[in-house]
């Protein structure tokens, strides 16, 4: 195995990896900005006010996009396997 298709290899799954924490990540980011938005305005510093929501958001987007995560990781993993031969030799 040459060190270019090592690299390419650990690219392609650096950016699987990049694209699938996104999509967990930035709606409980933007959950999270609006939460502390009203907590400044109305100057209430509660916890669990910033903490729930995010938590509730990050559950429902891995419920509702995990079946395409898991797809995206199982044809990841298919295509390195089915792969091997090619690249040993």
């Given at each position: 195995m040459?060190?270019?298709?090592?690299?390419?290899?650990?690219?392609?799954a650096f950016w699987l990896i990049v694209l699938l924490v996104t999509i967990i990540i930035l709606p409980s980011?933007?959950?999270g900005l609006v939460v502390?938005?009203?907590?400044a305005a109305t100057q209430i510093n509660e916890q669990t006010?910033?903490?729930l929501p995010?938590?509730?958001i990050t559950l429902l987007v891995i419920?509702?996009?995990?079946p395409w995560i898991l797809t995206q990781l199982t044809?990841?993993?298919?295509?390195?396997?089915?792969n091997i031969p090619y690249?040993?030799?």
């Amino acid at each position: 195995m040459t060190p270019e298709v090592v690299l390419g290899i650990f690219g392609e799954a650096f950016w699987l990896i990049v694209l699938l924490v996104t999509i967990i990540i930035l709606p409980s980011l933007m959950v999270g900005l609006v939460v502390s938005t009203f907590q400044a305005a109305t100057q209430i510093n509660e916890q669990t006010l910033s903490f729930l929501p995010r938590l509730i958001i990050t559950l429902l987007v891995i419920m509702w996009a995990g079946p395409w995560i898991l797809t995206q990781l199982t044809e990841h993993f298919i295509r390195l396997a089915k792969n091997i031969p090619y690249l040993i030799g």
